[in-house]
């Protein structure tokens, strides 16, 4: 059973460059979590996303940075006019659907290191 | 609004030693408790949850939690420490009232020393 796919791993942008992270949920899970890693911190939560749905958003900077989730497809968090306060690892997570046992764990996938140079 | 503390940046401890990583939480509500590990360059490993039922639990490589209501504190342990379980470790709190989002604590550097 594949885990949660991100892709690429790693992305160098020139400023003013738009980025295009990509995540594939493991099978199975339908709700799916982008959190920004800057360095020697913690993670941050950005959106949360079900299918066709953005469920929760709270983290999102309000300029530049947007997410989706088709129907068919990975999700995609996609930010725009990048710049160097932007470069962070990028970490896409997913969850089973709601009434399973597992609900509330979150299995992450391996990052997309993000570089804006 | 959650937060989560880990006190300490760095733990050292020598290898066969039992291992400790603290975290305490604040949180409104019940809350749903996680750690886990991250290797160099790799994503999160879930590690271990506690959400109801008995205070200490148990999860992978051995690790195992104790949640502490009283303390609102969920510490991270193992009897004895291998080197491969050097790595930095997260603990994670999640309010459990809808939405799912975790808040993460900034992560323990754990060095295991031969």
């Known amino acids: 059973n594949a885990g949660v796919m991100q892709n690429p791993r790693h992305l160098v942008r020139r400023r003013g460059q738009e980025a295009r992270l990509r995540c594939s949920p493991m099978?199975?899970?339908?709700?799916v979590y982008w959190y920004r890693q800057l360095p020697e911190e913690g993670l941050k939560f950005m959106v949360y996303?079900?299918?066709?749905?953005?469920?929760?958003e709270s983290g999102m900077p309000k300029e530049r940075f947007s997410a989706e989730f088709p129907k068919e497809g990975p999700s995609i968090l996609r930010i725009q006019q990048v710049v160097r306060g932007d470069s962070a690892a990028y970490f896409c997570?997913?969850?089973?659907?709601?009434?399973?046992?597992?609900?509330?764990?979150?299995?992450f996938g391996p990052g997309t290191r993000l570089t804006v140079t | 609004a959650q937060s989560v503390a880990q006190p300490e940046d760095q733990v050292n401890v020598a290898e066969g030693n039992p291992l400790t990583v603290k975290c305490t939480y604040s949180?409104?509500?019940?809350?749903?408790l996680f750690w886990y590990v991250q290797y160099p360059n790799r994503g999160l490993q879930f590690l271990l949850k506690?959400?109801?039922?008995?205070?200490l639990v148990k999860g992978s490589y051995g690790f195992e939690a104790e949640f502490n209501k009283s303390q609102t504190s969920f510490h991270l342990k193992k009897p004895s420490a291998l080197v491969s379980d050097s790595a930095l470790y997260f603990c994670?709190?999640?309010?459990?009232?809808?939405?799912?989002?975790?808040?993460f604590g900034k992560g323990t550097k754990l060095s295991v020393i031969p």
């Open positions: 997570a997913s969850s089973p659907p709601i009434g399973t046992g597992s609900r509330y764990e979150q299995y």
């Open positions: 099978k199975g899970h339908s709700h």
């Open positions: 996303l079900q299918k066709e749905n953005i469920i929760d």
């Open positions: 949180v409104s509500g019940n809350p749903y």
């Open positions: 506690y959400i109801t039922g008995d205070n």
């Open positions: 994670a709190v999640n309010s459990g009232a809808g939405s799912y989002q975790l808040t």
